[in-house]
């Protein structure tokens, strides 16, 4: 339940609405925020936004005016003609908060917060004052000072929800930070104090999470995560969050030539986040390395089962195509071996490597003229790839003398 004077909290679920797109319920809230202080340019500058959005021009130039008009030259003036004003320095505290002043935010907030005993109608609105401040705090990175403030609004008004919410971010954020310095027991501390304020928030797992991932602690980041979206299983930081520690714990399987393991992983990444583009292209480059080696192996069958999953991963992938080519040949099925090789070309026409391979397979076809105009486009394009790269060592070479001139 809000307190019936907190305007700032009507603001703050107006612009909750506004992002999710309910512009009636924001409105209802904005405008609750402007009856309780006709003088908030943040509560204008939200209406403006929704007004906008819904296509009032009209109503959203006037809010954005008075937005204007409210902030800091009228604080200025304020401040000047009243300097025992807590809220004025309340609100410039946070306007110098929304353009990242953060060191002029603190000092503003400092003095709202000294200053608010004395001014009995800003006693409730400057409780906001601590909130902020950990705001401040927390953007420079000093989180035990940003946790002091959070918990301090949160005494003065147990029903604070914004800085609880706060208080949990700067936990978290410090919780990365301790484990980043590997500094384990401090960080294990503050993830076992957050997790007392907020035992069912997804984001302090998260947190601890991603510090682990940094460190290649991939299966303590997966059970981090894995909590994570089993306490909010709609929570899209932490579904990406462990498809990225999966696909890293991947490729350190795919280093070792971990194959299997490797493969399952990249699976798991992809059904996380299907948007995942380095696990889609991991998974692909895993069958083609293990059937490289079934190839080297002369396990045709399995290396054969590889490559087409290659293909069927990556429809454009022409060396396995290739690959599947040299199966072919080697297992004295020319034919098929002109159609994949086919269908290489079609994918990379500019690769005088397949039209070599695919001339092999024609002349085991005893089509001696398609042979012969294929090495004839692999010569051709092998003179192109040579000059290219003659003009390329050229231009490097004369850059070289410019920079380095004797």
């Known amino acids: ?25 924001a409105l209802r809230h904005l405008n609750e925020a402007i009856r309780i202080n006709r003088c908030y340019p943040a509560a204008y500058s939200c209406r403006g936004e929704v007004y906008l959005r819904q296509g009032r021009d009209d109503l959203a130039k006037e809010d ?16 000047k003609l009243n300097p025992e004003n807590a809220m004025a320095y309340r609100s410039r505290g946070e306007a ?33 004052a601590y909130c902020k401040r950990g705001e401040a705090y927390l953007k420079q990175n000093q989180y035990d000072l940003a946790i002091i403030d959070f918990t301090q609004s949160i005494k003065l008004d147990s029903g604070n ?72 299983p709609s929570n899209l930081s932490a579904h990406r969050n462990c498809a990225q520690t ?53 396990n045709y069958g399995l290396a054969l089962n590889d490559f087409t999953q290659v293909i069927k991963l990556d429809s454009c992938n022409s060396l396995a195509r290739c690959k599947l080519g040299e199966i072919y040949l080697k297992t004295d099925r020319p034919a098929d071996g002109i159609r994949v090789f086919n269908e290489a070309v079609r994918c990379d026409p500019y690769n005088p490597d ?12 005893g089509q001696k003229n398609w042979a012969a105009k294929d090495l004839e ?16 060592r050229i231009h490097n070479r004369t850059n070289a003398k410019r920079k380095n001139p004797r």
């Open 64 to 79: 954005f005016d008075n937005a204007r008009t409210f902030s800091f030259g009228k604080l200025n003036n304020t401040i």
């Open 354 to 365: 397949v039209y070599i391979s695919r001339a092999e397979a024609y002349q085991k076809m």
């Open 377 to 392: 486009q692999a010569h051709i394009l092998k003179q192109k790839i040579d000059l290219q790269g003659n003009a390329e």
């Open 246 to 298: 999966y696909c890293k714990r991947g490729e350190a399987h795919l280093e070792q030539d971990n194959y299997d393991l490797a493969i399952m992983d990249f699976i798991k990444a992809i059904k996380l986040d299907p948007s995942n583009l380095s696990a889609h292209r991991n998974h692909a480059q895993t069958y083609y390395k293990r059937g490289e080696t079934h190839l080297e192996q002369n």
């Open 161 to 232: 929800s914004l800085a609880r919410h706060n208080r949990t971010q700067a936990y978290c954020k410090l919780v990365k930070a301790y484990m980043g310095a590997n500094r384990q027991a401090d960080g294990i501390r503050a993830f076992n104090e957050a997790v007392g304020y907020d035992p069912c928030n997804p984001d302090i797992y998260i947190s601890r999470g991603e510090a682990y991932l940094e460190q290649s602690e991939y299966d303590l980041a997966i059970k981090d995560f894995s909590q994570a979206i089993k306490l909010d």
């Open 1 to 25: 339940m809000l307190a019936p004077d907190n305007f700032f909290a009507y603001c703050k679920l107006g612009e909750v609405r506004l992002k999710k797109g309910q512009y009636d319920m």
């Open 96 to 128: 110098f908060l929304r353009k990242n002043k953060y060191d002029l935010a603190i000092n503003d907030l400092d003095m709202a917060i000294k200053l608010a005993p004395n001014d009995p109608l800003a006693s409730h609105y400057c409780l906001q």
